[in-house]
């Protein structure tokens, strides 16, 4: 007979209180498990941190995720950066839907997905189109867990419908790579890329946009966009580029420098800020003007008054007026 099928009736109480204990001790575990499996990012030194970090977003003041070519992740919580430590595939861009929501993609089509506070790999971008192999993702836009695109090299776009990614059909050759990308809204979205590209999304289909773009020989690559309205926007790229959309027609402004604009985002129609190689760029009193020379790749602006760049290493911080550096990775502070 099995003793512990059929234990003395003295001792069936201990017996129920040790399998319970061993049941909770198990759930524990199996929980602590699946929290570290879901997790797997340990705060490292930002001695540790390659320095290859080029895209930021800050969700809130308190609240921020930092991406890039590097083997780890920044998160912004409680008034500081932490550099969490990933065995992530190279990261080109991220967009938070929520403090709770959010996507970062990368080389070959690389997908991370931030959903009840982890971030996981996710591979369900699937075809539509012919596109072999996968291209690199450069830039993304949420607006909202179940809504967002994608664009990167080969022309490629991609698509969100809330329950997978699928590439779409692309109105440029294969030769342009697509760098930057807004969403106005679920019905229209612009993106940009090389030779001064441009491309609109409306009426449900991308197509190219003809503009009046520089006459030299070699056109230079639109890197970012930022639209303000569905009537108002700003793009920039090589050799200084800065061009805007107004009335309905993008056209050529004067630029302060002929340094290459990574990154532009705007605070209000008549205030915005680019940053680029060795080069920061206020817009105010209807110009562009060069205000700082510590340059970055990427920035997110939480008010007028206050925002975060990244790029070349450093981490800034705008705060009473004045772009500083707050973190030095790769390297002891």
Partial sequence: MCCLCHPPTSTRPLLILVLLVCFLSACNLEQDASTNSCQGLVEVSYAKVDPGFGAVQMISQDEGWAVGSSNALLHYKASRWAALETGFLPLDDLSMSSVDEGWAVGSAGFLMHYHNGCWQTDGSLVSSVAITPNPNL???????NTAGWAVGTRGAIAHYDGSRWVWVESPVPSNVNLGGLFMVSPTEGWAVGDDSTIVHYTAGKWQNV???????MLQPSLIDVYMTSADEGWAVGGN???VRYSNGVWSKVSSPTNNTLLGVEMVSPIEGWVVGGGVILHYSNSKWSQVDGKGALSLSMISPAEGWAIGGGSILHYVNGVWQKEIQLGNRL
Avoid: D, F, R
């Fill in 138 to 144: 450069t830039a993304v836009h949420m607006l909202s």
């Fill in 240 to 242: 200084g580029l800065i």
């Fill in 210 to 216: 003809q503009w009046t773009s520089p006459t030299n």
